[in-house]
C-alpha cells in the first residue's frame, strides 16, 4: 500500500522565519494531497491541499509544491508567527484506496517569539 | 456550521475491558471515516462507511474491534478486551461523496489509555 514520508520529525525556528516541510510518497496513482495542522489537545485542521494535475498552490502564508515525476511535495510556510507552532500532517489518497488518507509521521514546529 | 462531535474525549480502561466510541459527522455526509492515532504517529484508517455500508474494514482488528452506522449517520466503534497496544487518539472524520476536497472533516478525538 501507499507509504508516506515526512521530514523533518522536528523543527524550531524563530519568529518571522519561514519553514519547509518535505513529504515524499510511492504509489504513482495518488491524486489528491491535502495537509493539515495539528495543535496540542485540538483537532486535525485542514489547511491546504493539491491535486496530481497541479504544480503548485499558494494561500496567504502557505506554498505547497508538487513533483509527480519523483512524487515529492514541499510545504513553505513564510513570516512564521507563534500561532503557529503546531504538527503539520502530510497526507495522501489514492484513487484504488477510495477515500482513505495515509499520512506522513508528522513535523513538529515550533516558532519561538 | 457544527462539526464532527466525538464522545467521550477520554477514556481510561484496565486490559481486557470493553469502550465505546459515539461520533456525530457533519449533517449532509455520506462518508465516515473512524482512524487511529498512537502517540507521535499520523493517523491511520481503521474503516470507513458510505452511508450504512462499510467500504474498507481492512486495516480494523476484527477479533476485538467492531464498528456500526446503522442509519447512515452516527456511528459506534467498540473495542471488546482493550489492550495496551490499543492506546491511542480515535479519530472519527466525514466528508462527501469521493472527499478529494476541504470538507473531509476530523473530530477532535477520543483518547484512549489502557492500563
Known amino acids: 500500500g501507499e507509504q508516506v514520508e515526512q521530514l523533518p520529525s522536528s523543527l524550531i525556528v524563530q519568529e518571522g522565519a519561514s519553514v519547509l516541510i518535505n513529504c515524499s510518497y510511492t504509489d504513482s496513482a495518488s491524486v489528491y494531497f491535502p495537509w493539515y495542522k495539528q495543535e496540542p489537545g485540538k483537532r486535525l485542521q485542514f489547511i491546504i491541499d493539491?491535486?496530481?494535475?497541479?504544480e503548485r498552490k499558494q494561500t496567504q502564508r502557505l506554498t505547497l509544491l508538487f513533483d509527480k515525476k519523483t512524487k515529492h511535495l514541499s510545504l513553505h510556510i513564510t513570516a512564521t508567527q507563534p500561532g503557529d507552532s503546531a504538527i503539520y500532517f502530510c497526507?495522501?489518497?489514492?484513487?484504488?484506496?477510495?477515500?482513505?488518507?495515509?499520512f506522513g509521521i508528522g513535523t513538529r514546529v515550533l516558532v519561538r517569539p | 456550521e457544527a462539526g464532527v462531535t466525538q464522545s467521550p474525549r477520554y477514556a481510561v480502561l484496565q486490559e481486557g475491558q470493553a469502550v465505546s466510541f459515539w461520533c456525530d459527522p457533519i449533517s449532509g455526509h455520506d462518508t465516515l471515516y473512524w482512524y487511529q492515532q498512537p502517540r507521535d504517529q499520523g493517523p491511520q484508517l481503521l474503516v470507513y462507511?458510505?452511508?450504512?455500508?462499510?467500504?474498507?474494514n481492512s486495516q480494523l482488528p476484527s477479533d476485538r474491534f467492531s464498528a456500526v452506522r446503522p442509519k447512515g449517520t452516527n456511528s459506534t466503534l467498540k473495542i471488546q478486551s482493550a489492550k495496551q497496544g490499543d492506546t491511542a487518539t480515535y479519530l472519527c472524520?466525514?466528508?462527501?461523496?469521493?472527499?478529494?476536497?476541504?470538507?473531509?472533516?476530523f473530530g477532535s478525538g477520543t483518547r484512549l489509555l489502557v492500563i
Open positions: 497526507s495522501v489518497m489514492t484513487n484504488s484506496a477510495g477515500n482513505k488518507l495515509t
Open positions: 462507511f458510505r452511508d450504512e455500508a462499510v467500504i474498507d
Open positions: 472524520a466525514s466528508s462527501l461523496g469521493r472527499g478529494q476536497n476541504s470538507d473531509y472533516t
Open positions: 493539491i491535486r496530481s494535475n497541479m
